[in-house]
Nanobody, 125 residues
Framework: QVQLVESGGGLVQAGDSLRLSCAAS????????MGWFRQAPGKERDFVAA????????YYADSVKGRFAISRDVAKNTVYLQMNSLKPEDTAVYYC??????????????????WGQGTQVTVSS
């Protein structure tokens, strides 16, 4: 069982940066594929970024390539999403998700074994 807790959201202006954190409880953090997702009001949850359980592969949605970066600190059981050059269309609730021994295939299809509760990101124009 893994529990995920996101933090770092807030209200920023277009062009600003934010770093989201996802703290994972439980053991074997390094055996989980981890990803970030977002859901805007009235829309489905979308994939944002993910990496495979061994860290060999990293994936990004086209809409965030070159602006967002996913990383992890195994010692801290934490996954980060660095978001730069934020746009109003990035406004959403951001969730992290985890799948044990995942390759990233499922996360890219918004499927995960565990989900966090989400953190709100609002970008004003």
């Amino acid at each position: 069982q893994v529990q995920l807790v996101e933090s770092g959201g807030g209200l920023v202006q277009a062009g600003d940066s934010l770093r989201l954190s996802c703290a994972a409880s439980g053991r074997s953090f390094s055996t989980y594929a981890m990803g970030w997702f977002r859901q805007a009001p009235g829309k489905e949850r979308d994939f944002v970024a993910a990496f495979s359980w061994n860290g060999d592969s990293t994936y990004y949605a086209d809409s965030v390539k070159g602006r967002f970066a996913i990383s992890r600190d195994v010692a801290k059981n934490t996954v980060y999403l660095q978001m730069n050059s934020l746009k109003p269309e990035d406004t959403a609730v951001y969730y992290c998700g985890a799948t044990k021994y995942g390759t990233g295939y499922g996360l890219r299809r918004v499927r995960a074994d565990y989900w966090g509760q989400g953190t709100q990101v609002t970008v004003s124009s």
